[in-house]
């Protein structure tokens, strides 16, 4: 029995960490968050790690590794606030392809880093703002809205029914435009479409379920990485500010704030570690395990960015010290992919608990 | 990550499992100190290395090698047949354990025997009206006269201190020693004279904790467990054996299906509860808090199989955590009932035998007890985080 990462994904982690410490410090996160650079030399770095194929199969052209370490690192992106596509191009566009058996075509060149795909998917999990979709003969109307990743090539598409489509970014039709939210770090937008023409990849619910667990448990992961770095930059911070002659880490009032962040913090890693493991390995939890794991973190991870905020005193409220970049990563994925109030239910639906 | 126990243990799970099927008629039906069926379960548990499994045969136990699978394979199936797991307190959870580690042969030999087989009842005289979270501040005091120690002084939240036969006692001997260097831990038995029992009534109405008087206690002067002054490294040896045991998530797990239970036969104005979706999100949130704990346990159970593994900020939590989750849970049952919930005692609308109230009040002193939230806090962030200890006051000047 041995619960935990083992070596290689400790070596993994390791070699992502340090990538991530040298190459995208805060500082160049702060340019790509700022449309002074995009992101795309960032993916190059993690493209010759082999990131971008982590969960494709080595059939497709990847590396065929488990949701375990995709879950490793997205925290580490999470962590250091990495503007990637990762948790799309490389999470849910695989675990939809390979699940449905279509489209696995273009993972190969998801692998190599040439193809990026956008994930639309809100109209399949909660439809806001009457985005309503429809599709008639192959071709796809309306629109979708906070679609991740503004520079993708292609884009998956669910519609209310949970059918899921791929388009071609530069199809006739399609229009993009960017849409800002909180976290710079992460780009979203605007897809309308005129009779687009569209391959249906599955119209199989199971299909859908499934990519959208695999999207739940690395947006978890990414948020455990989030808090994690922000109660250690308080816990940092706390050791260096002095008020009243004393370090304010001496005061017992902010170290009963970190105290609580690490209590609720911890055990969230042991979770994402488990709902990562159950998506292959224990088929009839992993659903309630990743909607209740991305509720539990979104609840934590909002905790812990605030309190982490509220640590560093007015300094935490500036965009001098950048903590706000964690906090709003935390903010966007606590809605990605179904707010806690619609996973909880989700969870509840799926143990035979609601009428 | 590998979640099985391996195939070598299948074979131990058969014999636990063939043990309850043949032996679990014998499970005593109510728990309690001296209940003689409780007792005769124990022997047999001890007998077939179900109780007492590693304590050495020499000294009344099992003598079984340790092995942290075996010992959670029989818990997982007892805890699934729900029958006793044998008898507990103080003196078997957390002397025995110190008694093995620090205690002489004639200590082991005298002492252990009985208490395993719940013939020597324990109680522990730790905490003072002034001395609660600064236990070490303790002035209860020993005074050697001759070959005996001359106790006077109060205790006080002594649990089972009326039913027990002797109480391991920590007491100050070297008055002029920093605090923490002058405590001493002796052994006696509750029939020395000069020993004053007065229960203390908590507020679920049980009377289990009690208030302790000690005037002129004469005890023979080798009682002591460890060296003179070394009293306290004995006790945080042990409070470290109680701190982990307070709030297991299994328990969580299994009181959280109560409340699905009840909230699928509690109804308000014709609607079952479980169909209101504002208490099924309370629900479904302390669930997703208690899967949280249920995986924590899991790392735990796992650095201790396989060192290496770092998970001592996920070990220093559970107390704090466990403990106030609990209450939120029994406070969750309480509020699906409404006013059913408000039911105690005798009263003809209780609903689990009381339980939930109870749960919830208990849980409480368990939050309060063994260290408390507050304390837990400091530890986590001192010896977990490495933040500075609050400074000592200045001393005050021209004290008089």
């Given at each position: 029995m041995e619960f935990g990462l083992s070596s290689e994904q400790i070596l993994l982690q390791d070699s992502v960490n340090r990538f991530l410490t040298e190459q995208v410090p805060l500082d160049v996160v702060r340019k790509i968050a700022t449309d002074d650079s995009s992101d795309a030399n960032c993916w190059g770095g993690l493209t010759d790690l082999g990131i971008p194929g982590l969960l494709i199969s080595e059939a497709n052209g990847g590396l065929g590794l488990s949701s375990l370490d995709a879950a490793v690192v997205s925290e580490l992106l999470g962590y250091h606030v990495t503007p990637s596509p990762f948790i799309s191009s490389s999470v849910i566009a695989p675990a939809t392809m390979q699940a449905a058996g279509r489209g696995e075509d273009l993972l190969g060149s998801v692998a190599t880093g040439e193809t990026r795909i956008g994930i639309a998917f809100a109209e399949g999990i909660a439809s806001r703002n009457n985005a309503g979709l429809s599709v008639d003969g192959g071709k796809l109307s309306g629109k979708s809205l906070f679609a991740l990743d503004s520079d993708a090539n292609y884009y998956l598409i669910s519609t209310s029914t949970q059918e899921i489509y791929l388009v071609d970014a530069s199809a006739r039709g399609l229009s993009r435009s960017s849409l800002t939210t909180v976290d710079r770090t992460r780009s979203t937008c605007e897809l309308t479409y005129d009779k687009v023409d569209a391959l249906l990849i599955s119209d199989d619910p199971e299909v859908f379920r499934v990519a959208l667990?695999?999207?739940?448990?690395?947006?978890?992961?990414?948020?455990?990485?989030?808090?994690?770095?922000?109660?250690?930059?308080?816990v940092t911070y706390a050791g260096q500010r002095e008020q009243f002659k004393r370090v304010i880490a001496s005061f017992q009032a902010v170290k009963h704030m970190c105290a609580e962040m690490v209590a609720s913090l911890e055990p969230c890693r042991s979770m994402v570690w488990y709902a990562a493991h159950a998506l292959e390995e224990i088929p009839q939890e992993s659903t309630m395990m990743a909607s209740h794991t991305k509720a539990h973190l979104s609840e934590v991870g909002q905790f812990v960015t605030r309190t982490a905020t509220e640590v560093h005193g007015g300094m935490g409220f500036t965009d001098l010290v950048g903590l706000h970049y964690w906090f709003k990563r935390a903010g966007f994925n606590r809605q990605l992919l179904g707010s806690p109030e619609l996973l909880r239910e989700r969870a509840a639906r799926i143990q035979g608990l609601t009428a | 990550m590998d979640l099985s126990?391996?195939?070598?243990?299948?074979?131990?799970?058969?014999?636990?499992?063939?043990?309850?099927?043949?032996?679990?008629?014998?499970?005593p039906k109510q728990a309690g100190i001296g209940n003689a069926e409780a007792i005769a379960w124990q022997k047999i548990l001890i007998n077939n290395g179900y109780a007492a499994r590693t304590i050495p045969t020499e000294y009344g136990g099992f003598g079984a090698e340790p092995d942290i699978i075996e010992s959670r394979i029989i818990s997982e199936e007892f805890s699934n047949a729900q029958i006793s797991t044998g008898l507990g307190g103080q003196g078997i959870s957390m002397l025995t354990p110190v008694l093995?580690?620090?205690?002489?042969?004639?200590?082991?030999?005298?002492?252990?025997?009985?208490?395993?087989?719940?013939e020597m009842i324990w109680c522990q005289g730790y905490s003072e009206p002034g001395a609660g979270s600064d236990l070490a501040s303790l002035t209860t005091k020993a005074e050697l006269d001759g070959d005996e120690w001359v106790i006077n002084g109060q205790k006080i939240w002594t649990s089972t201190a009326h039913l027990a036969d002797w109480i391991f006692c920590l007491v100050r001997t070297e008055p002029e020693a920093p605090k923490h260097q002058g405590i001493s831990f002796l052994l006696f038995s509750m029939d020395t004279p000069g020993i004053d029992i007065r229960p203390l009534v908590d507020m679920t109405g049980d009377a289990n904790f009690n208030e302790v008087f000690f005037t002129d206690v004469r005890v023979p002067k080798d009682q002591i467990v460890g060296q003179r002054g070394q009293g306290w490294q004995v006790a945080n040896a042990i409070l470290g054996h109680e701190r982990g045991s307070l709030a297991p998530p299994d328990a969580a797990l299994s009181r959280l299906n109560g409340v699905i239970k009840l909230m699928n036969s509690e109804s308000v104005n014709g609607e079952r509860v479980i169909d209101n979706p504002v208490f099924r999100d309370r629900l479904m949130k302390i669930q997703g808090r208690v899967l949280a704990m249920k995986c924590n346990d899991m790392r735990l159970l796992s650095a201790r199989i396989n060192k290496g593994q770092d998970a001592k900020l996920a070990g220093m939590i559970v107390k704090l955590l466990g403990t106030e989750l609990r209450h939120e849970l029994e406070s969750l049952a309480i509020d699906v009932m409404g006013e059913i919930g408000i039911a105690y005692g005798d009263n003809p609308y209780l609903r689990g035998n009381g339980s939930w109230q109870y749960q919830y009040m208990y849980f409480l002193g368990l939050i309060i007890g063994g260290g408390t939230s507050q304390i837990q806090k400091n530890i986590i962030s001192e010896r977990g985080l490495g933040m500075p200890r609050e400074p000592k006051p200045a001393a005050k000047a021209n004290a008089s």
């Open positions: 667990d695999a999207g739940l448990v690395s947006l978890s992961a990414d948020t455990l990485g989030a808090s994690q770095c922000a109660l250690d930059q308080a | 126990f391996g195939a070598e243990y299948d074979e131990f799970r058969t014999e636990v499992k063939q043990f309850i099927a043949a032996s679990s008629d014998k499970s093995l580690e620090m205690g002489t042969e004639e200590q082991k030999q005298q002492f252990i025997k009985p208490t395993i087989h719940g």
